[in-house]
């Protein structure tokens, strides 16, 4: 048996301390009863599991507490995220909490070029609830989740759920989710527009042999509303070569779809396993992409294991992007969100597992990231024509997690 | 002085056969004896002995269990090799088809309730007795129907509507494909409706059971805007829904529950949101 570092003993007092932080911070503010809800039911998950952890007679139940630290030298965001889930009642039901914070500072080219300080802070808190309940032959799931930042309001209700089939080798599962956000302005106060999401997807898991498994899954996600963002600005060229900016105007509607195939394949003699996921996407915007995200996995022993995975991710601009507009032949829908040009990102991770004694369990994972656009400029000073450059960026991300099986 | 008797061949032979039988009666009483106390202790160390019911051993794999006593039933779940099931001992006729069908217990969660269930006599199962006795009979059937047709009604924000008619069948316990056809309508519009439908069923007590689904399909309409402003005559739509649904035995059902909508274009599209209710009836 290995015997737990004294940070990993006293890891329970740590992760009171921190619920208690959060706790303070929720009662400093004023929240909305689910939001006090959930919070309370993280709050009493942890205390029933941490003590008392016997009598949940469940296999199913942890706790999570990760922190994530995103640097691209123009933006940072530090992301405490906490999660806790129990089995109760002979397992059939599942009852689950969480709360995440993003803590951003961020002068990025947008910020910096149309922004009147040149840096924004803000603070996102987001809290969730899940009730699960394992029925015959599959789970069925319904879940909440709250996020709140400055300028920004967002609620999302969901159910979902999964059934096997032929000896639990093929599984389908369905899901439905609606959400209704608030858009806000904090330079006006009176600013507040509402943005509909409805999600539906429908996915297949099948087990192929001993050693590998195929999983298809298709989602159509609808966004109708205030689809665009009260700070972006589209760009407009000048004659004499600098940019002017007026507010986005975006179509009200979007309708996404993607598919994703995944194949799991174990190497039984090398202890090792292989993920590889190809996503195709596609929208009304004319925006399509391309995910492919392979991942590499071996247990070293049975209490250390580490993956290895990369991403790439290339997409098409809008069907209505524009770097910078032609003043002289402006068309209806003109947006400034970069998001909507052609670019690339890149990614490459390594995430180390140590797992403890007494159900303890530390992972990390460092990553590094990097975006190019193909067609979006960082313009500087927008009266100067002269310091314009493509725009692109690399990050580190690194992160920190203790998980706490019982 | 003490007279004997006098012999004669005849008493001789009376009393011989008199020890002769009290003998006998001695020896039935041991026998009859020891075979009792050979059965106390039985009884005593055996339960297995002592049968008053019975159970029925699944040899084959994935036998299928039949919400009635035929093939035309909807099937509620498939057996696992060596499962044992508590079992009626009379067997049940096969409805409108040759054959008899086991009632069997099949327990499911949440809780392990026990739910009434049929299995094919001529599948490979055998009956063994158990000291369980459970009273098979006492349990509802539900007799749930393995295709139907299902009228569809949905009120969407807006004023929206849909009404549908669709042919649904179970190719597995617990999902149901559905091809329907219908109207998407507003107060004043109409317009063709059609798609296919995926979803899943799961029994959570009694005759209810919560349900999922998924359904795209496409809307025909005489001209441009007349689904919402920009549609044109043929428009994609996608939809999701979640609810309850009662399973009213011998072949009806009704549901109800959320219902979620896009109609979209390349160009533009609406969501709409809402209540779904159908009446579901058995072939």
Redesign the interface.
């Known amino acids: 048996m290995i015997l737990s570092p004294l940070i990993f003993r006293r890891a329970p007092q740590f992760f009171f301390d921190t619920l208690f932080l959060i706790i303070k911070i929720l009662r400093n503010q004023k929240k909305s009863f689910v939001e006090q809800f959930v919070v309370g039911l993280l709050f009493g998950l942890t205390l029933v599991q941490l003590p008392f952890s016997n009598i949940c007679e469940a296999q199913e139940s942890n706790f999570d507490f990760i922190a994530r630290y995103y640097d691209d030298s123009e933006t940072q965001v530090i992301s405490p995220h906490v999660n806790a889930k129990a089995s109760i ?2 397992d ?2 599942t009852v689950g909490a969480g709360y995440a914070m993003d803590i951003v500072t961020s002068s990025s080219a947008d910020v910096r070029s149309w922004a009147s300080q040149g840096k924004i802070s803000d603070t996102r808190r987001e809290v969730s609830g899940s009730l699960g ?6 789970a ?1 799931t319904v879940g909440v989740v709250v996020s709140d930042e400055n300028d920004y309001h967002s609620q999302t209700y969901s ?3 999964s ?1 096997d ?1 032929f ?1 639990k080798n093929t599984t ?1 599962d ?3 989710s ?1 959400g209704n956000d608030h858009v806000q302005s904090s330079s006006d106060k009176g600013f507040d527009q509402v943005m ?3 999600s ?3 996915g297949i898991t099948q087990v192929l042999n001993k050693i590998s498994l195929m999983q298809i899954l298709y989602e ?1 996600t ?3 509303g205030y689809l665009a963002s009260p700070y972006r600005a589209a760009r407009i060229g000048q004659t004499d070569g600098s940019v002017i900016a007026i507010s986005e105007n975006v ?3 979007r ?1 996404k779809q993607d598919v994703t195939l995944k194949y799991i394949y174990y190497a039984l003699g090398s202890s090792m396993a292989t993920s590889t996921a190809v996503r195709l996407y596609w929208d ?1 915007w004319g925006v399509r992409s391309i995910t492919l995200e392979p991942q590499l996995t071996r247990d070293f022993s049975k209490d250390f294991s580490m993956s290895l995975d990369f991403r790439y991710y290339r997409q098409t601009q809008s069907s209505f992007y524009k770097d910078k507009y032609d003043q002289t032949s402006l068309s209806p829908f003109l947006t400034g969100n970069k998001t909507l040009s052609e670019y690339w990102t890149g990614l490459v991770g390594i995430r180390p597992v140590l797992k403890l004694s007494y159900g303890w369990e530390i992972y990390g994972r460092v990553e590094y990231y990097m975006l190019k656009y193909t067609n979006f400029t960082d313009i500087g000073v927008p009266s100067n024509p002269n310091d314009d450059k493509l725009y692109g960026l690399t990050a580190q991300v690194f992160s920190l997690g203790i998980l706490r099986n019982f | 002085m003490k007279k004997f008797p006098r012999f004669t061949w005849s008493g001789a032979t009376i009393n011989m056969k008199r020890a002769l039988q009290q003998k006998s009666n001695e020896v039935f009483i041991l026998k009859i004896t020891k075979v009792f106390a050979v059965l106390a202790i039985t009884l005593l160390f055996c339960d297995g002995m002592a049968s008053t019911g019975a159970q029925l051993v699944i040899d084959g794999e994935g036998i299928i269990v039949y919400s009635g006593p035929s093939v035309k039933y909807r099937a509620i779940g498939i057996t696992d090799r060596g499962q044992k099931l508590p079992v009626s001992l009379q067997k049940i006729p096969g409805y409108k088809e040759v054959g008899d069908f086991y009632k069997v217990l099949v327990k499911v969660k949440p809780g392990n309730r026990k739910r009434l269930g049929y299995i094919s006599s001529s599948e490979q199962v055998r009956i063994e007795h158990t000291s369980e006795d459970e009273n098979i009979d006492s349990y509802q059937d539900f007799l749930l129907a393995k295709s139907a047709v299902q009228l569809a009604f949905a009120v969407l924000n807006d004023k929206n509507y849909q009404v549908a008619l669709g042919y649904l069948i179970y190719p597995l316990p617990n999902l149901y494909l559905k091809a329907f056809v219908g109207q998407a309508l507003s107060l004043t519009r109409a317009s063709f409706l059609a798609g296919i439908e995926v979803g899943v069923d799961y029994f959570i007590g009694g005759p209810w059971s919560a349900y999922l689904s998924f359904a795209p399909g496409m809307v025909f309409s005489n001209g441009s805007d007349q689904l919402f402003l920009g549609s044109k005559p043929v428009t994609q739509v996608i939809q999701g829904g979640a609810g309850l649904r009662y399973n009213a035995g011998e072949h009806a059902a009704l549901s109800f529950g959320l219902l979620q909508a896009g109609y979209f274009n390349t160009a533009t599209g609406v969501l709409l949101s809402g209540m779904m209710i159908t009446l579901e009836v058995g072939l």
Do not use: C, H, W
């Open positions: 009642l002979n059939d039901v309940a394992n029925l015959e032959g599959g069925l159910i979902g759920g059934r089939f000896d389908v369905l899901g439905l609606m509909k999401t409805g539906m997807s429908v159509y609808i966004q109708s179509p009200n509607l309708a009304n």
